[in-house]
């Protein structure tokens, strides 16, 4: 069975850096791409973008470019988003999507708090 | 910027039927952009309950199915139970990125 756990909360200030991960189970993360996703307070799913774990190819959305960075880590099967010069419209639910069986496993989310 | 526009919100009644849409406005809905639909409930995770148009995972209760209707992709419901009121995503693939629709609340009663 596959699950994601991602890590806990983040309360970071205004301009500071944050990572989140997602370790999988289940299956080898380098078969399928790693998608995240932001769910801001009260608002709908947003896409950030994905990383195909095999080459560590990339794709972001682009109200993200130039302040997101998708990695893999295939060895501890480990995805991480990190999101740079943070202002409090960055405060959300932010969720890992495996692309395994046809986005059938979702993270538990990891609230990340701008906050000054 | 590509959107993807669905109903913000429905009301069906117990029992009955309700299609939810999503449009996207490079023009017509079709295979090629993979529309999934996910379910969201207050306080939980996502979970996706339609991938590629059609297709349901295990856990998809038999009443949901997926289509494309016209130049938009489609959920319908039928048979909808109380524990059918939720949020409803699309999602759909544009060459390489992807994007969610608003959102349609579905409310039962």
Redesign the interface.
């Known amino acids: 069975e596959v699950h994601l756990v991602q890590s806990g909360a983040e309360v970071k200030k205004p301009g500071a850096t944050v990572k989140i991960s997602c370790q999988v189970s289940g299956y080898r993360l380098i078969d399928y791409h790693m998608?995240w996703?932001k769910q801001a307070p009260g608002k709908?799913?947003?896409?950030v973008g994905?990383v195909d774990p095999e080459d560590g190819t990339t794709?972001?959305?682009?109200k993200f470019q130039g302040r997101i960075t998708i990695t893999a880590d295939t060895s501890t099967d480990t995805a991480y988003m990190e999101l740079s010069s943070l202002r409090s419209e960055d405060t959300a639910l932010y969720?890992c999507l495996t692309a395994a069986?046809?986005?059938?496993s979702?993270?538990?989310?990891t609230l990340v708090t701008v906050f000054s | 910027q590509t959107v993807v526009t669905q109903e913000p919100s429905l009301t069906v009644s117990p029992g009955g039927t309700v299609t939810l849409t999503c449009a996207s406005s490079t023009g017509a809905v079709t295979s090629a952009y993979f529309p999934n639909w996910i379910q969201q409930k207050p306080g939980q995770a996502p979970r996706t309950l339609i991938y590629s148009t059609t297709n349901k995972h295990s856990w998809t209760p038999a009443r949901f199915s997926g289509s494309l209707l016209g130049d938009k992709a489609a959920l319908t419901l039928s048979g909808v139970q109380p524990e059918d009121e939720a949020e409803y995503y699309c999602l759909l693939y544009y060459s390489g990125a992807w994007v969610f629709g608003g959102g349609t609340k579905l409310t039962v009663l």
């Open positions: 998608h996703v709908g799913l947003e896409w994905l794709e972001y959305a682009e969720y069986h046809y986005f059938g979702w993270g538990q989310g």
